[in-house]
């Protein structure tokens, strides 16, 4: 009863919050600021403040109390919404034995999220320039952020505009108890496969097929994403197959087909509870890295 009573409270306290950022938005800062600069950048700051400010640390406080449970087969945003479907998983040797076969399929490993790379990114999608290794935004799995990422650019400018792109994360117990569960979901699919000397990468593989989409939670903006989550996991398979890195690819069945609504507005993701896996074939001795970027 108490603990019901509590988490009204909180759902008051964080409704007459966003009803005080309103009034504050619309009738303190908007006026203040417009008599100072012009409409379109009063506007741009008042946008940005909301949509990257006041909406997410209302998020935030929500989640204080509110935290978010779901299963295991899509990655999280840091605020704990769905955003990218889990489809595919990456049996290697090491780290660097994955990177080195995602090299020779053409792929580029994304760069550290840091304020000076997303800067970049934001002027390459801008004005189109190369930036082949451009960061990805954080995403949540076993409560922790991916290891690492990937992607190959469609254009030939090379610009991260639109791009195929995978995050990984590496099957490994940490110890968080929170999340003990989601290690223990994809353990129990590949513990059979396990040993000693081989490690197991689980993916979320998504295609953004263009630069402008909307966050419908936040007003964010973000990338327009492909819906068809199993075509981008499979032509990360065909890239790799293209170069003999792999052999034969399996399905596993992980779960009930399902449905979520992702980050973008109007995308809508229809999974079919499947992950597709692949187990790449031992480096050779000697051998030259030297992918070529396929543009699709």
Known sequence: MLFAILRAVWRLTILLLGAYTVYFTVFLAFPYVDDRLPLSISLFLLYCFVAYGAIPALIRLWRVVFKPNHIPMYATTPDGWPADPVNIAVIANSEKHFVESMQRAGWYTADKSTFKNMFREALAIALDRSYPTAPFSNLYLFGRSFDI????PRSKSMSPRARHHVRFWRLTADGNGDHQQHYNFWHDQFKHLLGTDKEVWIGAALDDTGPIGIRWRTGQITHKNDSNDTGERDFIIETLAAVHQIRQPKIIQAGEPFKFRGQALGT?????????LVKLKNPIAGAVLGGHPIIK
């Open 268 to 276: 809508t993701f229809v999974c079919d509870g499947s992950i597709k």
């Open 149 to 152: 990422g990937f992607q190959l």
